[in-house]
Structure formats: C-alpha cells, structure tokens
C-alpha cells in the first residue's frame, strides 16, 4: 500500500510537471508569435520607409528632370520662334535688297544707256571733226585728240623715252612716259621683221646659226621694205623723216619712225594703217614725240664707235637707200620728191579707209602716178650697180677662198 501511494505521487508530480511544461511551451509559443509579428512588423515598416524614401528621391528626381525638360522644351520653342522670325526678317530683308537692286540696276542701265548716247553723240561728232580736219575743212583737229596721256604724272621723266619714245621697261617703268595723243611722228613698234635682227642674242651661244645669214642679206632686206613702206606712207603726204632701227634691244628691235610734214597727213595715215597687216603680221602705229632726231640716234654709230654696238638704248638706224632721210630733223627734204611707185605690194592687206581717206589717197595717187621723178631713176640705177658689185663679189677669188 505504500508504494502505491508513492507511485501516486510520483504520477501527480509528473502529472503536473508536463502540464507546466505544456504551458511554457504554450507560453513560450505565444511569446514567439508576438515577438515574430512585431519583428515583421517592424521589418515591414523599415522596408516601406525605405521605399517611401526611394519613392520620394524618384519623385524628386523626375520632378527635376521633368523641370529642365520643360525649361528646354521651352527654350527651344523660344528658339524656333526667334529662327523663324529671323528667317522673316531676312527674307524681308533680302526682298528689300533685291527691289532695291532691280531698282538700282534699271537706274543703272539707264544711266548706261544715256551715257552711250552721250558717247555716240560726242563720237559722231568726233569723227564729224576729224573728217573735216582731214578733208581740209578744218585748220584745226579736234580738242580731244589734244591731250597728253602720262604713266606716273608724279615721276621724273623718263630721260631714254623722252629722247626715243621707246624704254626697255615699258609702262612698267618708274619715270613718268608722255604719249601724245596726236603728233605727226608715228611709231611702228617692231615694224621690220628679219632673221639676222631676231635672232641676233642667239648668236652668244650658237656661233654657227647665223653663217648663213650676213649684213648685206639685212640690208637687202631692209631695201624692198624701205620702197615698200614708203610709197605706202606717201600716199598721205610729204614724209621729211623715215627711220628704221637696227638694234638688237626688244624694244627698239625694227621700230620704224615716220615724221609727215603735216599734221593732218600723219592722222589720216594713222587712221588708214593701223592694226592693217603687213607680211602676215598686224601694223601697230601710235603717235610719239621725237624733239631733235639727233638726241634721238646714236651719236657714235655712224663711226663705229659705239661701246655696246646694237645693244645700245639709242637709235641705231639703217642707212636709207640713195641717202634718203639721212639727216636730222632739221634737214628737210627737196619738196620736189615726188611718191615712190603706186603698185601695191602682195605684203599689204586691203585697208578699210573711210570716203574721205580715200579721196585723199586717190587724189596724191594720181599725183604721183602722173610723174616721174629723177630719184625713181637713181634708184633703178643703185640697184642694178648693187646688182652687178654683188655678182663681181660673188666671183672674186679672194670671198670664194674665204668660204
């Protein structure tokens, strides 16, 4: 009976220690449950703070981005409507411009055209003058041909072109050249054209092209176009100077210099054989001032004794045949030298001269066809005893043992 009792006990006693185990689990499971909530909770509330927070940065964000996009938005917009009115403005600009143009460039051509009826009324009545100054209407030639044009009016002048009427530099020189506008000196710039002048600096370097070629050949030359040239002139009037250069210079090389004894025989022979052709080439002509012939021509080429020979700035001239025009500009000629021959030569190309030159031209032709002068006989004389002193020349002994 005494070991139920203490198995009684020992069975309340276990009885009672799971029933306090039971609770503190229960206890224990409620305390879990609260404590996991309010950790959730907790965490829950941490993580929608955090995303608040993130929310409300994007919001932020985008607020800023939304109000540069706007700001940019509008700024653009401003720059389109300033673009588009600065367009306006410039195409009203440039349509202003443009009527103002046309504006001008009709007043343009009006004042054009007024000036080319102004110039062809003062051309007419120019070319009204000279026919009369040539016809012998006039005395005088007309104003405008009175005037002297000048390179470099502020320069010295130029002491070579004022003596020659030719430099070496041209117009690129720094003294001051005159050109007259009428004189009664024409220039022929490189007029006479031969091999033996052309080609003469070649002979520096290549002694041996020129053996074919000597002075006489030149001069032979320069005697059919003396002839040539002068009964062409003479048709105009009384020649009292006729030279031609023989130096080697570019710009003296062939000039020829015609001095009329009238002033209205060098117009009308200017204005009927200028830019004609002559052997295949164009005649330039243009008036010039030669003072004194003998500043003009070399002193010491006729003795021989030139330092620089052909090479010199100063005229070296053929010798005219039959001593034609040998002298200065103070030795005039007999007035009793009537024209050379009126046959044109195959050189000379037809000249369109006016009505009034070619009554002039007529006329003197006549003239000079109509007599015989003694020179025309001593020139025929000249050549035939050139002809037969060349002949002898070519079968003397001593030039044949030369060659």
């Known amino acids: 009976m005494g070991s139920h009792a203490e198995w009684r006990k020992i069975a309340k006693k276990q009885r009672r220690k ?7 689990i229960e206890r224990d499971k409620v305390m879990l449950t609260d404590f996991y909530i309010e950790q959730q909770e907790l965490e829950l509330k941490l993580l929608l703070e955090q995303i608040t927070k993130q929310n409300d940065e994007e919001n932020e964000k985008w607020m800023r981005a ?6 940019r938005w509008k700024r653009l917009l401003e720059e389109k409507e300033r673009h588009k009115q600065k367009c306006l403005e410039q195409e009203a ?3 202003l411009e443009w009527e103002l143009e046309q504006k001008e460039k009709a007043m343009e051509e009006e004042r054009i055209k007024a000036a080319q009826e102004a110039l062809k009324i003062k051309q007419e009545c120019f070319m009204n003058s000279l026919d009369k100054f040539l016809s012998g209407d006039s005395d005088e030639p007309p104003s405008e041909l009175k005037v002297m044009h ?4 502020d320069a010295d002048i130029c002491p070579f072109f004022s003596k020659t009427a030719s430099c070496r530099f041209g117009d690129q ?11 009664k000196v024409l220039l022929g710039t490189n007029f006479y054209v031969h091999f033996g002048l052309s080609n003469a ?5 290549d ?7 000597d002075e006489n050949d030149t001069y032979k030359e320069f005697d059919d176009f003396f002839y040539d040239v002068l009964s062409e002139f003479e048709k105009f009037g009384r020649i009292t100077q006729f030279k031609v250069c023989n130096n080697y210079e570019k710009h003296l090389r062939g000039n020829t210099y015609v001095e009329f004894y009238e002033l209205r025989s060098a117009v009308a022979a200017y204005r009927s054989l200028h830019t004609r052709w002559y052997g295949g080439r164009q005649l330039s002509l243009q008036f010039c001032l030669i003072n004194s012939w003998r500043s003009a021509i070399c002193g010491l080429q006729l003795q021989r004794r030139c330092p620089k020979g052909r090479a010199c700035n100063f005229l070296h001239v053929f010798r005219n045949p039959n001593n034609l025009f040998n002298g200065y500009n103070d030795d005039v000629q007999d007035k009793s030298r009537s024209s050379r021959s009126s046959r044109r030569s195959w050189r000379w190309s037809e000249s369109p001269e006016t009505d009034v030159l070619k009554r002039i031209v007529s006329s003197r032709s006549e003239r000079s066809n109509n007599t015989t002068t003694a020179t025309d006989k001593r020139r025929r004389r000249s050549r035939h005893s050139d002809d037969g002193d ?3 020349r070519r079968r003397s002994p001593r030039r044949s043992d030369r060659r």
Not at 18 to 24: D, E, G, K, L, N
Not at 173 to 183: A, E, L, M, T, V
Not at 201 to 205: A, I, L, P
């Open 66 to 71: 939304e109000l540069i996009a706007n700001t």
């Open 150 to 153: 000048e390179t470099r009016p």
């Open 390 to 392: 060349k002949h002898q």
């Open 207 to 213: 002694t041996d092209i020129m053996l074919e070629y």
């Open 173 to 183: 020189c720094s003294r001051n050249h005159q050109y007259p506008g009428i004189s």
């Open 18 to 24: 799971r029933i306090r185990t039971f609770q503190a």
């Open 93 to 95: 600009k440039l349509k």
């Open 201 to 205: 600096n070649v002979n520096e370097y």
